[in-house]
């Protein structure tokens, strides 16, 4: 993959990234007032619910850029052990690593991206209790 689709990927993801971000913003925002708080609820649970189903759609691209990964790794392996001129293990690796750079640097991304969407749904929870604590609070 060229380096220009490599940032595209990471400008696509850090722009999703900022969208969530500012959607939970907005929700703790809600949490202020009683009054609506139905809707926060509402919002809550349906951000919530988005965000578990990004993470099950970012499981499948991770073990579908790992499996991307092994085929390369392995058919690289192969090609540099069968090189005209034979090359030390090290020399091999350096050759790999600099091979599978760019579908690493994707895997990373996507890993990246899984970790800031499971931290998003433990903030949405922590939101759930906050909003229940709120509530018995005021007697609602």
Known sequence: ?????????DQKLSAQRQQWSDTIRALAKGLK??????????NV??????CVDQIAYL???????KIAV????????IRYYNYDYKLGEKVKEKFLENDMADE???LSHLENQLEFFRDSVKTLDNMG????????LNGL
């Not at 993959?1 to 990927?9: D, N, R, V, Y």
């Open 1 to 9: 993959m060229s380096k220009e689709k490599i940032q595209a990927l």
């Open 33 to 42: 007032k009683v009054d609506g708080m139905e809707e926060v609820i509402a």
């Open 45 to 50: 649970l349906s951000s919530r619910q988005t």
């Open 59 to 65: 499981n499948v691209k991770i073990k579908e850029q």
């Open 70 to 77: 092994s085929t390369r790794y392995r058919e690289a392996y």
């Open 104 to 106: 690493n640097m994707i």
């Open 129 to 136: 209790f906050a909003i229940r604590n709120r509530l018995s």
